[in-house]
């Protein structure tokens, strides 16, 4: 985890005090389910309940695992010291390791998952915000780098909210893949515990019973989750892309916001980079790195093997911090992003009318000129706007053979920008659901 | 692709002769729409149905393709060569390439999708059944590759089931990501052609209209689809890895079947080599190098490049031929699978009652010994199992210190089989549904 | 492997017309060597040379395969038939499948990167001839897309030569590292064919014998081979990145060749899209998505398992025939690049002289004024040009504190672009070695 | 990076004060330079020298770059508090960040792969002892994990030591492949400073000057870098699995050393895990991560830009600590590794003889009989052993068919198996070089 990308919020879960915290629940809420049950005594149950409000010794707790080379074993060890030898001697009973740590994992999985969200929320009512503001905003439109036909900044705010929107109903499902817990004991048998502890730290907790575990809740789910994350890893990057390319001296469409106080480079001190974007770019590589790890993490050997466990100690908290931070970046990057309309216009009239060689080759097909012809003709105007400098209408209205199929007027109407954002309040419907 | 690794109903999605069936399908509902709307006469749509049984000229569109360097180009004048160059005239109008290829892709993708989804219920049912047949099959439960606890066959069969389950509802969820079309022109603003064609289009070939399309769309759809094979394809994995261990010669509970004729080794007559799930782990690794480049996909520049499409051309019929072939590889494995229970019995009783250690750890507690004296009885005893090749039994009753906490039936009882599989209907219920 | 982006000469190398040829050729030269140790008769050995120059009959294999389910011994059932089963009974003696199939794919992989090499040493050709063209056409850096300071053309050209360059060393250490044979036997002891057979036949082949193997060629090898074929593919990624950036619209400083009857939008006539380039970027990813099963490869259980092989009848062909043709093209593209030095000088003077506030800021410095205050100094005019379209030079000039450290002269020399290409030379003899 | 995966020796190269120490050493090497070339004061350039012995205050420096938000110029800053604004104001001069920047990471990334070749070779020593060792151990060879023939412990190892081996000499390659150092200013052009400088800096630092940098170093460099490291880690994870698998409890030929204290299982005590090696398979998976982030970080637009810098923030660090740990994690276990020679011999018989069929085949064919026929008889008597439980020498001597063309003392040699150990020492002297 690299601490520059990181918001305290996120960080906070995993840390070891949460990962002790949560370990303390579990095993209280099993001891009340076994009490319950009658497998062990109420007074040991309600007596682990003592260390409710202690703040777990990380150090004590390291300083024990030095030695049995287990963490849960030592963290035990710890609790024992706290509620009482002989009171914690039926805490985890009939349990295994794992059943503490992998529904941790899970909680801590979930948790991760609701801050994600949240951000997704805020990026989401800025690309809305943005989108309508910019609803009309003429633009060209560009396919390979090229401009193409005009469309509006609106629209394109819209399609990464659309896009963003289709992240959150993903990660909606991821959160919900790893939304389980298992307290199945050794190889998940339930030999020496009741599934109706499970149930019930289950219940506590949030959680799902993991139908069928084996000591381990199967990695499946992780690593559906972590490509989710991937997924959503990759929308950012392209969203990053765009406005790397808005910034860039040629286009200069928009700008990141740039603060007083800040300096964009030490050498060329008129220089506004697009470094947040740049980041985000990067950022998103690093979040998608932890897909592939997750998906060779879902073969273990047997009932379970512990080769997933280094994997996850990084990519749980690394990509999650990560993408915390890019997806909060990216919204700030968003609500701030300084436009500019006029220099749009400018960069859609740089060939002289040549967007519209669309709506002149429709026309003349229409007015009965063969495809190819309609086809040739267009070319052969467009070239001389490209290679000549000349003006798109003007060359049109000057061709003969055009002429002989389209008025001054018909050619003159096909220059109206109107006739490319007709359906902008359409798409926005779809998009954003009908409007008020 | 890999022809070795592949199957003809799948592999003909992604033929040309496929894909051009599919675009007159979606050109010729095009002109429906836009003669519906009356921008084309009636009689111009009507006759591009003209080409409905043609089969294409393959070789044809190829040859105009060398010209054109344009494949939809190519495919249009050859379709005007069937339908008649000007009864074709409005075919493609206001459209795009994208359009066509975009939504024929989704349409590809989606039938790949149900091909695998019959494939799961192949497997599934495969799964389902061993599990019944194998329900109390006693098996040794093995975590880090050692012995821990009784388990059953049935279980493992049970928890790939699952799995696979879980897979089989991603790959619907998969499906239903990539099951939209576009038709909304360049930059996709529909500015040259009515939404009501999409709409058409969309309705007539099973899709839902990309709410908003940028001519292309977006890729984060396909990403979600590549990863959640990617997913699959690591369950694959999973299952493949159990039936390697099984087989391996020093535990031997399954063997791949092996049919008469089959050479195992050019040089080692006598040998059985589990070669399909060796297979299967490479083929996941081959079916999961998809991800990443599909997750690369998304960050298009501006409103398209054409950067995914090499990409998709590699991918699309890879990722789903090959995982077409593994899952029905893997269902002929899971269906002939030979099954050794004798073996499974005699591999858990190679330790002597050792694995039976946590049921007396537990007695031990329960009886009154701490935690950790409990814990120092079991390994004293459990050390001599290991290292001396004592009976676990003989020599917990031999001990005093552990008699002083429990009577010689207490022990005994301790050595139940039954006590572990107690649980194997509940799970069984929790993976299947309530037992008739 | 997409045939679409594919060059004859090196698909030839994966077909299995190739494979068969290397195999008898393996065998043959395995019988001599035996021969020669007195093992089998030399005219055993003599007779199997009678297939070489036979046509092998893939069909006929792959029918012997169908049944036999193992392709050398179908190969050799085969080459029994041309040769004559009794001259045949010695061939493969004391061999595995492995020591034919590995010591094959190596000589694949070896041919394959001599195709590669030659490739690159085109590509170089290219690169070095377009900068020594471009050595001086003055062309505006960029860092961030943000105009930065003057740069050549041909510095662009010569940066990526020398990293092709680099590439093509790592290819030739990439290659050298593939580059060996195994005959050894089953679990590679040579207990059943005398090391001198190997040593021959690396040696006929132009391999060094593998020190120490186990059945299998070790899979480090080839991870390292098809790591290497990522790092080119990136590198081809980042040239083709420049070359779309140059053909965008608002930059438009090169433009890749446009043939007579190309096509470049089915809607759009005038538009001429880096499809070449955007298509380089698709196949940098695809040929990427080769390193991850490569790496996955190398661990293998035991003395070998078969996991490696469906991967590598996948990347094998894959990568290197998706690399040479992304090469060549790459080599094509670059050779006949359209440059338009005239558009590049626009560009640079697009924001009338700022970039050359550095060279005033370093002025500044060095006449006395505080770092921060130049800094200052400098921001302050340059805002000035970025926000109200003023000339750099002009404000310095009116600029009071400007001037009083530096002088009119002093401020018009900062102008002169002579200054950013004094080093050139010195650059280019680095990359390119010492001027003529 | 995860702390219980790193030792201090690796982590130090990654901390802020050694960061700055270099940032420092660069500029003041730097201003010695052009002390030299006259561009700058001597008395300037010698007093930056005053901060040698001063331990940069990192949360100074953090504080001003929260206000600048630019590290470099915070650095700056600080160095200007330490060594005195007037004396300071040359530092830097023609200078970007990147100079700084870049050549920093490459001073961190040779000093990392020092370390890691120094792990290497204790690495190295332990295979190579153990591989003396147990030259002469036998245990059967497996491929597919079935038994095979026989082989050696002492060539598992010796695999092992040439594989890493080959490993350290890649590394070599991939720490030559960044010792370069970059002061070419903005854009690369030296425009700004004198060539001179860059080769006084990397000659004080032990780097090569790039000879042609873009203001930062090519990244396929650090592509290079990490992808061997990937390399490294797959080998990591190959000996590893080999480790596991020999301690699963029903092979058991070897086992990581058990310390007193530590305690296998929270549930069974008897249970002692390879946890260290499926640790190593986990980190293998993590430090492979990092290869396809640092090949995505090739493609940087025009002369730079900063997307590499987040992702190397993460690899940079995590990819040497996490490969260092492992390295040495895994020479611990090699060197303590627990083998048992007795069930190796024990395993090998598990099947009565059946391991020496391809002698039997052999000298079958060689007496005369076809090699169908050969396969035959072999097979037949080998599915007696496999599947009833028979003795395979007795069942030979017992084979009409068999004794037809073979003595009872031509079949008793066939199951010496001094035969399979006979080229022991060639492969020795081919992988540790002759014996003494």
């Given at each position: 985890?690299?601490?520059r990308?990181?918001?305290?919020?996120?960080?906070?879960?995993?840390?070891?005090?949460?990962?002790?915290?949560i370990w303390f629940?579990?095993?209280?809420h099993?001891?009340?389910?076994?009490?319950?049950?009658?497998?062990?005594?109420?007074?040991?149950?309600?007596?682990?309940?003592k260390?409710?409000?202690?703040?777990?010794?990380?150090?004590?707790?390291?300083?024990?695992?030095?030695?049995?080379?287990h963490?849960v074993i030592?963290?035990?060890?710890?609790?024992?010291?706290?509620?009482?030898?002989?009171?914690?001697?039926f805490?985890?009973?009939?349990?295994?390791?794992?059943?503490v740590?992998?529904?941790?994992?899970?909680?801590?999985?979930?948790?991760?998952a609701d801050?994600?969200l949240?951000?997704?929320?805020?990026?989401?009512?800025?690309?809305?915000?943005r989108?309508l503001?910019?609803?009309?905003?003429?633009?060209?439109g560009?396919?390979?780098?090229i401009?193409a036909?005009?469309?509006?900044?609106?629209?394109?705010?819209a399609?990464?909210?659309?896009?963003?929107?289709r992240?959150?109903?993903?990660?909606?499902?991821?959160?919900?893949?790893v939304?389980?817990?298992?307290?199945?004991g050794a190889?998940g048998t339930?030999a020496?515990?009741?599934?109706?502890?499970e149930?019930?730290?289950?219940?506590?907790?949030g959680?799902?019973p993991?139908?069928?575990?084996?000591q381990?809740?199967p990695r499946?789910?992780?690593a559906m989750?972590?490509?989710?994350?991937?997924?959503?890893?990759?929308?950012?990057?392209?969203i990053?892309?765009?406005?790397?390319h808005?910034?860039?001296?040629?286009?200069?469409?928009?700008?990141?916001?740039?603060?007083?106080?800040?300096?964009?480079?030490?050498?060329?001190?008129?220089?506004?980079?697009?470094?947040?974007?740049?980041?985000?770019?990067?950022?998103?590589?690093?979040?998608?790195?932890a897909?592939?790890?997750?998906l060779?993490n879902?073969a273990?050997?047997?009932?379970?093997?512990?080769?997933h466990?280094?994997v996850?100690?990084?990519?749980g908290?690394?990509?999650?911090?990560?993408?915390d931070?890019a997806?909060t970046?990216?919204a700030g990057v968003v609500?701030?992003l300084?436009?500019?309309?006029?220099?749009?216009?400018a960069?859609m009239?740089?060939f002289?009318?040549?967007?519209?060689s669309?709506?002149?080759?429709?026309?003349?097909?229409?007015a009965?000129?063969?495809?190819?012809?309609?086809?040739?003709?267009?070319?052969?105007?467009?070239?001389?706007?490209?290679?000549?400098g000349?003006?798109?209408?003007?060359?049109?209205?000057?061709?003969?053979?055009?002429r002989?199929?389209l008025?001054?007027?018909?050619?003159?109407?096909?220059?109206?920008?109107g006739?490319?954002?007709?359906h902008?309040?359409?798409?926005?419907?779809?998009?954003?659901?009908?409007?008020a």
């Open positions: 985890m690299i601490p990308y990181s918001r305290p919020e996120m960080t906070e879960i995993w840390e070891p005090a949460t990962k002790f915290r629940e579990i095993e209280a099993a001891c009340d389910a076994m009490a319950e049950l009658g497998v062990i005594p109420k007074e040991n149950a309600a007596a682990v309940w260390a409710q409000d202690v703040s777990f010794d990380v150090d004590r707790i390291d300083a024990i695992e030095a030695v049995t080379k963490d030592a963290f035990l060890t710890h609790l024992a010291e706290i509620v009482g030898a002989n009171e914690a001697r805490v985890h009973q009939g349990m295994t390791s794992s059943d740590l992998d529904t941790t994992l899970n909680i801590q999985l979930c948790r991760a801050i994600l949240a951000d997704m929320d805020r990026l989401l009512a800025a690309l809305k915000a989108a503001e910019h609803k009309d905003t003429v633009r060209i560009r396919s390979h780098g401009h036909e005009p469309t509006t900044m609106g629209l394109t705010f399609r990464f909210y659309a896009e963003m929107d992240n959150r109903n993903r990660l909606e499902k991821a959160r919900w893949e939304a389980t817990g298992a307290i199945s190889v339930f020496n515990i009741d599934p109706a502890v149930e019930h730290v289950c219940a506590q907790l959680l799902r993991e139908p069928i575990s084996t381990v809740i499946d789910r992780h989750f972590f490509a989710t994350l991937g997924v959503v890893a990759s929308s950012i990057e392209n990053a892309t765009e406005i790397r808005m910034q860039r001296t040629e286009v200069l469409e928009a700008e990141e916001f740039f603060s007083a106080g800040q300096k964009g480079s030490s050498a060329m001190p008129h220089k506004r980079n697009p470094v947040l974007t740049e980041n985000l770019t990067g950022l998103a590589r690093l979040v998608r790195s897909v592939v790890p997750a060779e879902v273990l050997w047997h009932e379970r093997d512990i080769s466990s280094s996850e100690r990084g990519i908290p690394d990509a999650t911090i990560h993408l931070f997806l970046r990216l609500e701030k300084v436009i500019y309309p006029e220099t749009m216009l960069n009239n740089k002289r009318g040549l967007v519209m669309q709506r002149v080759l429709l026309a003349l097909t229409q009965g000129v063969s495809r190819e012809d309609s086809y040739r003709l267009v070319q052969r105007n467009a070239m001389k706007v490209w290679e000549e000349k003006d798109f209408r003007t060359e049109l209205l000057a061709d003969a053979e055009v002989a199929a008025s001054e007027d018909e050619i003159n109407e096909k220059f109206d920008l006739y490319h954002t007709k902008v309040d359409t798409i926005f419907a779809r998009v954003f659901g009908q409007p």
